[in-house]
């Protein structure tokens, strides 16, 4: 009886120790991330591109076309693309950083009125007081921070560019190294084949909704003669990849724009047409394809929005969904860590059935 008592004392002992090396070198990996900020950005913005353009690519390979061509004409692609982005960015950022201060100067006019018609009907209320906890203008600022971060991204386009070459040119060969390298390959390649398929699914699929969604933003605010509708457009297609969070801190500053060049009315119609926007692609649009077992719950996002924020500024915040969707993915792709995943997804995954390898099987079996 003692000796077990001092087996299981070791044992208890020896997970704490283990539970404490994991956490130790968590705080490492995280450190070292945010340490090698400048170099993991672009790497991680380069897979993701590749990530969304590799089907393309596949497609022109299995009707005939060389590897070489049909990655060629990706790239150009992406390239006429991600020059079109970095013009509209840069002359809407530039016209939007100009007028920013007369933006704000008259949210704070808009506030003061408020606060008098307020008063007139026998509240009191402190102007500075309220200024300084309900400040419009910062939700004006946050916007110009991260189309500046992401102003910033493009300016190592020419890196993110030569990455995604070489990831998509090692796309194909890619599966056929892993079952070369690893010992017991089947044992491995259906894990990495539904996970790579899953997290190529989504992001596919995501892409298009927020696309969708930029498109009808920007013609519904360009009807209602608001400033930078293509601005607003490529705001709401960003953070549309940010679930519930992330078309509320889009909508914000467009409906603060319109309150102030046209009143509340042309505001509250703005308000309106996004939530009809979001509420039917992100409700009934994308459940319907992305289907169970593919979300995160709300509290998930936030504190992935918080970390990866953190960690990588405006650029990780655009990202930290994407990302936390990769880590579950990866994840529930094994049966040993599928608990995790279903503790970082949506209530929906509590009734969802865990993901079935078929896909991965046939790859394999084929391969």
Not at 201 to 226: D, E, F, N, S
């Amino acid at each position: 009886m003692r000796d077990d008592a001092i087996v299981t004392g070791d044992m208890k002992q020896a997970g704490w120790i283990r539970g404490l090396l994991v956490a130790a070198g968590l705080v490492v990996v995280v450190a070292g991330m945010r340490a090698a900020e400048a170099i993991l950005v672009p790497f991680v913005v380069s897979v993701f591109i590749a990530v969304v353009a590799a089907p393309s690519m596949l497609w022109m390979q299995r009707k005939g076309v060389p590897t070489i061509l049909a990655v060629i004409i990706v790239v150009l692609a992406l390239l006429m693309l991600g020059t079109g982005l970095g013009a509209l960015v840069g002359t809407s950022l530039n016209d939007f950083t100009a007028q920013l201060p007369s933006y704000q100067e008259r949210l704070r006019e808009e506030m003061t009125h408020f606060i008098e018609m307020f008063r007139a009907r026998g509240f009191h209320v402190s102007e500075q007081p309220l200024m300084d906890v309900m400040d419009p203008a910062a939700a004006m600022r946050l916007v110009g921070t991260m189309l500046k971060g992401l102003g910033g991204i493009l300016t190592n386009t020419f890196l993110i560019l030569i990455t995604v070459i070489f990831i998509l040119l090692e796309a194909s060969s890619f599966p056929a190294k892993v079952t070369a390298a690893l010992g017991d390959p089947k044992k491995y390649i259906v894990h990495f084949t539904l996970f790579t398929d899953n997290l190529k699914r989504y992001l596919a699929i995501k892409t298009i909704i927020c696309l969708i969604t930029g498109a009808a933003v920007a013609a519904w605010v360009w009807a209602l003669g608001v400033d930078f509708p293509l601005l607003w457009g490529l705001v709401a297609f960003l953070l549309n990849y940010v679930p519930s969070l992330g078309s509320i801190i889009a909508a914000v500053p467009v409906v603060l724009l319109a309150l102030i060049q046209h009143g509340p009315g042309r505001a509250l119609v703005v308000a309106v047409g996004y939530v009809i926007v979001n509420v039917v692609l992100g409700n009934f649009v994308e459940p319907r394809f992305q289907g169970r077992g593919l979300g995160l719950s709300t509290l998930v996002v936030f504190l992935s929005l918080v970390f990866w924020g953190w960690i990588w500024g405006p650029v990780g915040m655009l990202l930290s969904v994407p990302l936390t969707m990769t880590v579950k993915i990866a994840l529930e792709s094994s049966d040993e860590t599928r608990w995790i995943a279903i503790l970082l997804g949506s209530e929906a995954d509590v009734a969802a059935p865990p993901p079935a390898p078929r896909p991965a099987e046939s790859s394999t079996q084929t391969g």
